[in-house]
């Protein structure tokens, strides 16, 4: 299973060279995977992610985030007191990777450009993905089975660069909002 943004300069097909059929693909706005949740609003992840574990039986998940993602951009530039609303939709959308913003600031340098620190949140939001694949129950269960591997992986577009890691690599367990 191929978790990628909905952006269509990163098609993942095209991107990993896959042909028909070779892989079951969600896409949507920054790559986001919301924590596991009956009730919350975000369905449609973890609908596609169930069906890919349970009855697909797939043996890999990998979140694909990519350079000058516009979802990540937009979520540097909210304030945390909501006082700059920009959107009803994608903004409570991109809240899930929140935690990346924390993360990425801690990591990069005061001195850092925006550039770098975008660069930083994209990656630090594909993280918080894989950890928040982790709380849905089907998908911890597979993975201690070692069924399931999880994987980010990073798309530079510019450079034309694919970065690929697994959960345990340079990952930080977000801290709650």
């Known amino acids: 299973m191929i978790i990628a943004c909905s952006d269509s300069r990163v098609d993942p097909a095209l991107v990993l060279g896959l042909e028909l ?3 079951f693909i969600l896409r949507n706005i920054s790559s986001l995977v ?18 890919a574990v349970l009855h697909l039986k797939v043996e890999h998940i990998m979140i694909i985030g990519h350079s000058r993602c516009g979802g990540i951009k937009a ?3 909210m ?25 990425a600031k801690a990591k990069c340098a ?12 994209v990656k630090e939001s594909v993280n918080v993905s894989l ?23 990073y798309f530079d577009f510019v450079n034309g660069a694919f970065d690929r890691w697994g959960l345990q690599c340079s990952v930080e367990e977000p801290q709650p909002l």
């Open 21 to 23: 059929g070779d892989a």
């Open 34 to 51: 919301p924590p596991y949740s009956k009730q919350r609003g975000h369905a449609s992840a973890g609908s596609a992610i169930e069906y």
């Open 75 to 77: 979520l540097l530039g």
């Open 79 to 103: 304030n945390e007191d909501g006082s700059n609303r920009f959107s009803e939709y994608i903004e409570d959308w991109v809240e899930v990777a929140q935690p990346a913003t924390k993360i």
């Open 110 to 121: 005061h001195n850092s450009s925006f550039e770098e620190q975008w660069t930083c949140c």
């Open 131 to 153: 950890w928040n694949c982790m709380t849905y129950p089907f998908v911890r269960v597979a993975v201690e089975q070692g069924s399931l591997t999880l994987h980010g992986a």
